[in-house]
């Protein structure tokens, strides 16, 4: 990202599928037969050291569709999931599970009826009846028509990819900080903390029991660990969304934008204790994000990134930039005016401060003009 700027917004929109018993079992098949397929491309993409999409297809589209009897608008559709997979990590052949989700595009997919939805199986094309809701309905003429089909818990749900709502426009002068902390959760301009206590002791218990189930490496070891790892993530996703949701809130209502720290290769800055360094990489940082970067669409605040840098080391009230201000991580103190509370808190007058001095001062291209809004949705 050259500037920081993601001007389309994607949001997801999960909707359950009420398919009859045979819909079901088609749709099933067709999942297991995808996946099959996908570990079949990946054994070829790996053998043939190709993780080139167009190269990979020209070996593998004629034999993956005769080998799996797939439509031909879903033999194509593995390929990038397979390039996906092999980015990640070169030197293994990804594995997909058989239940794994299936991506479709416009090709084998169609939102043409209000209810129901167009699935392209192995059976030949489905229309499958989904359950929606207010929510999902209102944003359902912005899906795009790319979806993924996710099999959990034996109830088929599409993750279908919508246009989030365009950003406000608008002039605000008035920002509500947000510090994404260490020791607290999010800290807001005017001193309100989500704290994530809650959290980081589930994350603590869980990190040592991790530990010491990766040591036993037995089977029921590695079941019990992707339990334990996934009931974290639910319980982390929810308290990010709860939080954002709060902040976003906050600011709507007291008619502010929103500030945030700029936190592209926030865990090069600084430094963490070893003591803190799992909670720094495990939480907050990479989730509290994109919750907070589509509400604030959604609910039409304003959003803006600033410089993080020495923002929990400046005074506020006086600009004086000091290592000494702060004595302790948690604590700010500063020495030439004596201003003290916890540092999140400072960090985040700062971060709010910056976002009102940067919307106040004119472009130089062209000074003398009414400043304009900041742009917007920054906080992808
Ligand atoms: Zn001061």
Not at 154 to 167: G, H, I, K, R
Request: glycine share 6%; proline share 5%.
């Amino acid at each position: 990202m050259s500037d920081g700027i993601l001007r389309c917004a994607k949001l997801t929109l999960a909707l359950e599928l009420g398919p009859s018993a045979g819909q079901h079992t088609a749709l099933l098949r067709t999942v297991e037969r995808c996946n099959d397929a996908c570990n079949w491309i990946a054994e070829v993409a790996f053998r043939e050291r190709c993780a080139n999409k167009i190269r990979l297809q020209k070996i593998v589209y004629l034999e993956a569709r005769e080998r799996f009897e797939l439509p031909g608008q879903m033999a194509t559709r593995p390929i990038p999931k397979v390039v996906e997979a092999d980015k990640c990590d070169r030197t293994v052949q990804p594995h997909f599970r058989a239940h794994g989700a299936v991506p479709y595009d416009q090709r084998n997919i169609s939102w043409k009826a209000p209810d129901r939805v167009g699935l392209l199986t192995l059976n030949g094309r489905e229309a499958v009846p989904y359950l929606f809701g207010e929510y999902q309905n209102a944003r359902r003429d912005r899906t795009r028509g790319q979806a993924d089909l996710v099999l959990r818990r034996n109830v088929f749900s599409l993750y279908a990819t919508a246009d989030a709502p365009e950003p406000p426009q608008g002039r605000y002068t008035e920002y509500l900080g947000i510090d994404l902390g260490i020791v607290d959760l999010a800290t807001d301009s005017d001193g309100i903390i989500s704290t994530g206590e809650a959290g980081r002791r589930l994350c603590r218990v869980s990190a040592h029991r991790r530990r010491n189930l990766s040591r036993e490496g037995t089977k029921a070891c590695r079941r019990k660990l992707r339990r334990i790892s996934g009931r974290q993530r639910r319980f982390q996703a929810d308290t990010n969304h709860r939080n954002s949701k709060h902040v976003v809130a906050v600011a709507r209502r007291t008619k502010r934008g929103l500030a945030r720290e700029d936190l592209q290769g926030i865990r090069e800055r600084g430094t963490v204790r070893r003591r803190q360094r799992a909670r720094h990489a495990n939480w907050g940082f990479s989730r509290l994000r994109s919750p907070i970067g589509y509400k604030v669409r959604q609910l039409g605040v304003p959003a803006v990134l600033v410089d993080p840098r020495n923002t929990s080391r400046t005074c506020p009230d006086r600009a004086c930039i000091d290592q000494v201000n702060r004595p302790t991580r948690d604590r700010f103190e500063c020495v030439s005016c004596g201003l003290a509370g916890p540092a999140d808190a400072i960090a985040a007058r700062n971060i709010a401060f910056r976002a009102r001095a940067a919307v106040m001062q004119p472009k130089v291209s062209d000074a003398g003009s009414v400043p304009e809004a900041p742009e917007t949705s920054h906080l992808l």
